[in-house]
């Protein structure tokens, strides 16, 4: 008698009213029981998209609102998207399901020949603790346009070392993380039985060993999770602003994205072939499923492109934002969005960074050559141009064939640092304020201390939630996001 498997897939959306029909057909044809999803700070027409595709699909689809998990997370500190993957699988414990997993709408699990459904795969592989999918990253590509259908024939992508897992729940779990679980005692797989083993320290498993990765890099797994993180141009430059909220950051771009580029040369492509008559079946019945959402899509469409232009808007309207978020703008063509040239012009550079672990200041130098001599030094957010208290010291200044070189001594006190949440992106920006313009001077070369400032930062705020907090160490929060927020969706303060 064949095994019974009942598998939930979990999710939060956040703006994804244009996304959400598409994920949703996608993953119930392919032979997920239930679709849970959890939806959070959203401006578009998510939740009506939602309630019609409850009439058509009824039990087989949930979904909640999440705003007060996203609150307490924000006051708390803690990483939200972790929090409600941990709530949702708490919650599954309780049900008749027998594996969970969880993916994010620009994600879909599928199989190579595109009928092998995830019940299929259980049955040929039912016995593991966690099975690791890899990520089949699509191309960016310009001429691709919002109108067009999201899969097609012949695809193009780059495989990531990067996974999302399928857990069996009677695994041993022991927390839940973004693209993996931490096992008190298992066994990690790849979908081809390839038996994976984590070092006891890697808090989070979501990235395969170099030496097991670089083996299949250029080979296509019969199952793998197709990530479409660009779509088109338009749609990519929409979904930056969904920031990273979820993570505790209150950057109002999305940190984790480097442009409209692939990651890797082309030799590192993989082509992907789905059958014609395979691909025209699944696109017919998902048509004739739409029927019903016509205007609801045709109005999320309507706010997918508004955001595309409060973000060129922003850029556009602000140069420190400009500055900071260059690398996001890479690869868009000029006829979209174009940078506007800076008025003034520096050179800063920077030595001897350092973290006094005694202290708990973080200092350096810096030698900062303008031919402007009137301006001010400044220390802002890695995201955002909230200044953040400094000891900044003129050490000395002398003329130069190319400018005015002065040379300064800053230190910060890691109580000004609470913000800090990435380990891996640069923690503060030095900034020249001259007139009304801000000139983003350095900000990469203070990535190197990031770690061991997130580190501090995350000691310190979660102290501050148990003991009686002193001005000095109070978590803050941007004024100028907060009202930058209100000026892109018209929302009052």
């Known amino acids: 008698m064949a095994q019974a498997f009942k598998i939930k897939l979990a999710a939060i959306a956040k703006d994804e009213g244009f996304y959400l029909p598409l994920w949703v057909y996608h993953h119930l044809r392919f032979g997920f029981d239930v679709l849970d999803i959890r939806v959070n700070d959203t401006t578009d027409n998510s939740w009506q998209v939602l309630e019609k595709l409850k009439v058509i699909y009824g039990e087989r689809l949930r979904f909640s609102l999440a705003d007060q998990e996203m609150a307490e997370c924000l006051t708390t500190g803690a990483n939200f998207q972790a929090y409600i993957y941990t709530k949702i699988y708490q919650e599954t414990l309780t049900e008749n399901f027998t594996h969970l997993m969880f993916l994010d709408l620009d994600e879909y699990w599928c199989s190579a020949n595109f009928t092998e459904t995830i019940q299929n795969f259980l049955e040929r592989i039912p016995d593991f603790d966690v099975c ?33 897992s399928l857990m069996n729940l009677n695994a041993r779990i022991l927390s839940i993380r973004i693209h993996n679980y931490v096992l008190k005692s298992g066994q990690y797989i790849l979908p081809d039985k390839t038996a994976i083993k984590f070092l006891d320290d890697d808090r989070s498993r979501g990235i395969l060993p170099d030496t097991i990765f670089e083996k299949s890099r250029l080979v296509l797994e019969d199952y793998f999770i197709y990530h479409q993180v660009f779509r088109s141009q338009e749609e990519y430059i929409a979904g930056l602003l969904r920031g990273n909220k979820q993570n505790g950051d209150d950057s109002i771009l999305k940190t984790n994205r480097f442009g409209y580029l692939a990651t890797k040369p082309e030799i590192f492509n993989i082509n992907w072939s789905i059958d014609q008559q395979v691909l025209e079946d699944y696109r017919l019945d998902y048509l004739a499923m739409i029927t019903a959402l016509d205007q609801d899509l045709e109005k999320a469409k ?7 232009d409060k973000v060129i808007n922003l850029l556009k309207s602000d140069s420190f934002m400009q500055q900071i978020h260059e690398n996001k703008m890479r690869g868009i063509s000029k006829d979209i969005y174009q940078r506007s040239p800076m008025k003034h012009v520096f050179k800063a ?31 802002t957010q890695g995201f955002n141009q909230s200044k953040v208290s400094t000891n900044i010291n003129l050490l000395s200044e002398h003329q130069s064939k190319k ?91």
């Open 302 to 308: 309507g706010f997918v492109l508004d955001r595309k």
């Open 132 to 164: 690791m999918f890899q990520w089949l990253m699509e191309i960016p590509n310009t001429k691709r346009s919002i109108n067009d259908f999201a899969l097609q024939a012949e695809i193009v992508g780059q495989k990531s070392d990067h996974v999302k």
């Open 403 to 493: 400018g005015l070189v002065k040379v300064f001594y800053i230190e910060i006190k890691i109580t000004e640092l609470l913000y800090i949440i990435y380990s891996r992106q640069p923690p503060f920006c030095l900034v020249a304020k001259i007139e009304e313009e801000l000139v983003v001077l350095e900000r990469m070369k203070f990535r190197s201390i990031a770690p061991v400032l997130a580190l501090h930062a995350e000691s310190l705020r979660k102290q501050a939630l148990q003991l009686p907090v002193s001005e000095n160490i109070q978590p803050k929060t941007s004024k100028f996001n907060s009202r930058l927020w209100s000026r892109l969706f018209k929302r009052p303060k």
């Open 349 to 379: 550079k920077i030595s001897q960074i350092n973290f006094d672990e005694k202290s708990l200041v973080c200092h350096f130098n810096c030698e900062v050559t303008s031919d402007k001599k009137n301006y001010e030094l400044l220390i």
